[in-house]
């Protein structure tokens, strides 16, 4: 076999499409790619070749299975017998998106367990690494042992991939994200799953984002995203479902790695944004019937409400910092006093409905310091944005429209002028688009 043959296969004519290859051809260029037999420059090509010529479901089937048997899978059941139901939710990704923080104590005060396997923040959207790592001493580099016992005491755990999970996405994503082959359903729906069912969940919940600033720009590419990774969770044991949701404008009042940890605290206070309450509760409900928990999804969201209000589920969350090496008290009393000392406010240039473009909103984040140009930047802890108005709302000229924190004056400045870019006024009310586009099961 010729991994040249096989990328010509996929690439196809030009007016016309690849054909779809046979699972010995998938494997021998993910098995070659992650043993160095076969080089950066030939899987360049083949993802783009992909990209281009798409993937049927049962390729993308095979390709799954053979990135998430690059590597090791956890059993989180041999850890002294701990009992599931273990339940997991991913995100697509988007600006302001800290919706993990808030749902895995909330799901583990219902008796889930929720072996969280996270990423970095990646093009302009935030990962919660980035975001748990603000709290001084908070370990995310947990082997499998710390991940399982943590899991068995308090119910959640979050930590990032290993070198020995999923070896073939690491190396593939890493590629992806230099040579313009992100945005590919097939890709994506792999990239995840593999990593997803590696970390030993019994049950999946997607949260798949949808317009400016998610991967997926289009209502009917998000959607076809949606049904891969539902089918494809589905066809390799897992029970799974999800939610399309819109990603037009930042979720939330607060964007940055401290404040995203502030405002998790408020919702498990009671004081979260009603979006970001909304998702947590239809997502936690979802989580909650798959894993048996639940009766239906309104009896799962009721239970959600509850433990928010009794207080378990902050409880939950603080127990976890202490259980990952950071100081719960110091956590409770810097919050709302935690603040970069590199500090402007962006107003209103003139009268208007607000509207808040949540992919240049990502964009000038990274130049903040929220987040990274290139895999070697160091994130900023406490770069960010408050934001006093937002999409939808009415300002006046010179109104305050959010408070902005830099990494330093330079990054204050850059981020800033792309902030005001991000910012648009309109005479008339923009229509108010739901939050939960359509769920697929
Ligand atoms: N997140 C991933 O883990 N992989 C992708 O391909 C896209 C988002």
């Given at each position: 076999?010729?991994?040249?043959?096989?990328?010509?296969?996929?690439?196809?004519?030009?007016?016309?499409?690849?054909?779809?290859?046979?699972?010995?051809?998938?494997?021998?260029?993910?098995?070659?790619?992650?043993?160095?037999?076969?080089?950066?420059?030939?899987?360049?090509?083949?993802?783009?070749?992909?990209?281009?010529?798409?993937?049927?479901?049962?390729?993308?089937?095979?390709?799954?299975?053979?990135?998430?048997?690059?590597?090791?899978?956890?059993?989180?059941?041999?850890?002294?017998?701990?009992?599931?139901?273990?339940?997991?939710?991913?995100?697509?990704?988007?600006?302001?998106?800290?919706?993990?923080?808030?749902?895995?104590?909330?799901?583990?005060?219902?008796?889930?367990?929720?072996?969280?396997?996270?990423?970095?923040?990646?093009?302009?959207?935030?990962?919660?690494?980035?975001?748990?790592?603000?709290?001084?001493?908070?370990?995310?580099?947990?082997?499998?042992?710390?991940?399982?016992?943590?899991?068995?005491?308090?119910?959640?755990?979050?930590?990032?991939?290993?070198?020995?999970?999923?070896?073939?996405?690491?190396?593939?994503?890493?590629?992806?994200?230099?040579?313009?082959?992100?945005?590919?359903?097939?890709?994506?729906?792999?990239?995840?799953?593999?990593?997803?069912?590696?970390?030993?969940?019994?049950?999946?919940?997607?949260?798949?984002?949808?317009?400016?600033?998610?991967?997926?720009?289009?209502?009917?590419?998000?959607?076809?995203?949606?049904?891969?990774?539902?089918?494809?969770?589905?066809?390799?044991?897992?029970?799974?479902?999800?939610?399309?949701?819109?990603?037009?404008?930042?979720?939330?009042?607060?964007?940055?790695?401290?404040?995203?940890?502030?405002?998790?605290?408020?919702?498990?206070?009671?004081?979260?944004?009603?979006?970001?309450?909304?998702?947590?509760?239809?997502?936690?409900?979802?989580?909650?019937?798959?894993?048996?928990?639940?009766?239906?999804?309104?009896?799962?969201?009721?239970?959600?409400?509850?433990?928010?209000?009794?207080g378990a589920a902050l409880q939950k969350f603080l127990e976890n910092v202490k259980d990952q090496g950071g100081d719960p008290e110091k956590l409770m009393a810097e919050q709302g006093k935690r603040r970069s000392k590199f500090k402007d406010e962006i107003t209103a240039a003139q009268d208007g409905f607000l509207s808040v473009d949540a992919y240049k909103t990502g964009i000038a984040c990274i130049s903040l310091g929220v987040g990274r140009n290139k895999a070697s930047d160091k994130v900023d802890a406490d770069a960010g944005?408050?934001?006093?108005?937002?999409?939808?709302?009415?300002?006046?000229?010179?109104?305050?429209?959010?408070?902005?924190?830099?990494?330093?004056?330079?990054?204050?400045?850059?981020?800033?002028?792309?902030?005001?870019?991000?910012?648009?006024?309109?005479?008339?009310?923009?229509?108010?688009?739901?939050?939960?586009?359509?769920?697929?099961?």
């Amino acid at each position: 076999m010729r991994a040249a043959d096989i990328i010509i296969k996929k690439r196809g004519t030009g007016s016309e499409k690849g054909k779809e290859l046979l699972k010995e051809e998938i494997e021998f260029l993910v098995n070659g790619y992650v043993d160095g037999s076969i080089p950066d420059y030939q899987m360049s090509a083949f993802l783009m070749a992909v990209y281009f010529s798409g993937m049927t479901f049962e390729e993308t089937g095979i390709l799954t299975g053979c990135m998430l048997n690059s590597g090791e899978t956890i059993n989180l059941r041999s850890f002294n017998g701990m009992e599931g139901p273990f339940v997991d939710k991913h995100s697509t990704g988007g600006v302001g998106d800290k919706i993990s923080l808030p749902l895995a104590p909330v799901a583990a005060v219902l008796g889930l367990r929720i072996p969280m396997m996270s990423g970095r923040g990646l093009g302009h959207t935030g990962g919660t690494l980035d975001k748990l790592e603000s709290i001084e001493g908070y370990n995310v580099n947990l082997d499998e042992k710390q991940f399982a016992s943590i899991i068995a005491r308090t119910g959640f755990a979050m930590m990032g991939q290993t070198d020995k999970i999923v070896p073939a996405d690491k190396k593939m994503y890493a590629l992806r994200d230099v040579t313009g082959t992100v945005e590919s359903i097939p890709l994506i729906t792999a990239s995840i799953l593999s990593k997803k069912v590696a970390e030993g969940s019994d049950a999946l919940v997607f949260d798949v984002k949808c317009g400016k600033g998610a991967f997926m720009k289009s209502e009917d590419d998000a959607e076809k995203l949606a049904s891969f990774l539902v089918k494809t969770a589905q066809s390799m044991g897992k029970k799974s479902c999800a939610l399309l949701t819109r990603m037009d404008s930042p979720l939330g009042f607060k964007v940055g790695n401290y404040l995203e940890i502030e405002e998790t605290l408020e919702c498990l206070q009671g004081n979260g944004p009603a979006d970001v309450m909304e998702l947590t509760y239809e997502l936690g409900a979802r989580m909650a019937v798959l894993g048996g928990k639940a009766l239906d999804t309104e009896d799962g969201i009721k239970k959600c409400m509850a433990a928010i209000k009794s207080g378990a589920a902050l409880q939950k969350f603080l127990e976890n910092v202490k259980d990952q090496g950071g100081d719960p008290e110091k956590l409770m009393a810097e919050q709302g006093k935690r603040r970069s000392k590199f500090k402007d406010e962006i107003t209103a240039a003139q009268d208007g409905f607000l509207s808040v473009d949540a992919y240049k909103t990502g964009i000038a984040c990274i130049s903040l310091g929220v987040g990274r140009n290139k895999a070697s930047d160091k994130v900023d802890a406490d770069a960010g944005i408050i934001f006093h108005k937002r999409q939808g709302d009415f300002v006046k000229k010179g109104e305050t429209i959010m408070e902005v924190y830099g990494k330093n004056s330079e990054s204050l400045a850059s981020g800033k002028a792309g902030l005001e870019n991000a910012l648009s006024f309109s005479s008339e009310k923009p229509e108010n688009k739901k939050l939960i586009l359509k769920e697929i099961i």
